[in-house]
T-cell receptor, first 112, second 117 residues
Framework: DGGITQSPKYLFRKEGQNVTLSCEQN?????MYWYRQDPGQGLRLIYY???????QKGDIAEGYSVSREKKESFPLTVTSAQKNPTAFYLC???????????FGQGTRLTVV | GENVEQHPSTLSVQEGDSAVIKCTYS??????FPWYKQELGKRPQLIID?????GEKKDQRIAVTLNKTAKHFSLHITETQPEDSAVYFC????????????????FGSGTRLQVQP
C-alpha cells in the first residue's frame, strides 16, 4: 500500500527539549516537504528537499533542522530554539519539484 | 517573498447553491495551481488542479479557472452539499531559495466553507 507516513500522531515536548518527527514515503518521490499549520491558518513551508543529501530552507526554517540521508525518509527536528513549536506538522512528497503534493496524516506537537 | 492570497476566509451557502473561492499569486513563473480540501484534524486532500497551459478544468461539480495575465485562479463548486463543508486551500508552485528549478507549493490562508442544509 503506497503512501506517506508520519509518526507519531501526537507528540508532547517539554521546554528546552529537542524532538524529531518522522516522515517516510514509499511513492518513490524525489521531492519532500515539511509544512507547519497553526489553528485557522494555512500551511507554511519549513524545509524542502529535492533529492537525497540536499535541502533548502522555506519561509519559517528558524528553530528547525532536517536531514535527507535516504530517498524515503525526511525527518524534522524541532529544536529548543523554536520558541513557539505548538502546531500541526504536515509532511508531503511529490514526484516532481513543485508538483502535486501527497500529504501524511500529520503530527500534532504540543509544548507542556 | 512570493505569496498566495485567498478570499474569502469564510463562506456560508445554502445547500444547492454555488460557492466561489478566489486566489491571486505573485510569482509569474508559477505553472501549477492545485486546490486542496481539509476536514477537521485530517490531512489536505487534492480535489482539482490546473496547469498554466489551460484556462479552465472541470470535474463533475467542481471547476477551476486560471487567468495567467492577471495572476488569479478560482475554485467553483456547484450544487453544494453538506459534505462539501470543510476548509479549502489554494496553492501555487513558487520558486524556493532563489534556485532555478527548485519549486514548492505555497498555500493560501484557507477558506472555511459551510453548507447549510
Amino acid at each position: 500500500d503506497g503512501g506517506i507516513t508520519q509518526s507519531p500522531k501526537y507528540l508532547f515536548r517539554k521546554e528546552g527539549q529537542n524532538v524529531t518527527l518522522s516522515c517516510e514515503q514509499n511513492l518513490n518521490h524525489d521531492a519532500m516537504y515539511w509544512y507547519r499549520q497553526d489553528p485557522g491558518q494555512g500551511l507554511r513551508l519549513i524545509y524542502y528537499s529535492q533529492i537525497v543529501n540536499d535541502f533548502q530552507k522555506g519561509d519559517i526554517a528558524e528553530g528547525y533542522s532536517v536531514s535527507r540521508e535516504k530517498k524515503e525518509s525526511f525527518p524534522l527536528t524541532v529544536t529548543s530554539a523554536q520558541k513557539n513549536p505548538t502546531a500541526f506538522y504536515l509532511c508531503a512528497s511529490s514526484m516532481d519539484t513543485g508538483g502535486e503534493a501527497f500529504f501524511g496524516q500529520g503530527t500534532r506537537l504540543t509544548v507542556v | 517573498g512570493e505569496n498566495v492570497e485567498q478570499h474569502p476566509s469564510t463562506l456560508s451557502v445554502q445547500e444547492g447553491d454555488s460557492a466561489v473561492i478566489k486566489c491571486t499569486y505573485s510569482d509569474s513563473a508559477s505553472n501549477y495551481f492545485p486546490w486542496y480540501k481539509q476536514e477537521l484534524g485530517k490531512r489536505p486532500q487534492l480535489i482539482i488542479d490546473i496547469r498554466s497551459n489551460v484556462g479552465e478544468k472541470k470535474d463533475q461539480r467542481i471547476a477551476v479557472t486560471l487567468n495567467k495575465t492577471a495572476k488569479h485562479f478560482s475554485l467553483h463548486i456547484t450544487e453544494t452539499q453538506p459534505e462539501d463543508s470543510a476548509v479549502y486551500f489554494c496553492a501555487a508552485s513558487i520558486g524556493v531559495g532563489g534556485l532555478t528549478g527548485r519549486r514548492a507549493l505555497t498555500f493560501g490562508s484557507g477558506t472555511r466553507l459551510q453548507v447549510q442544509p
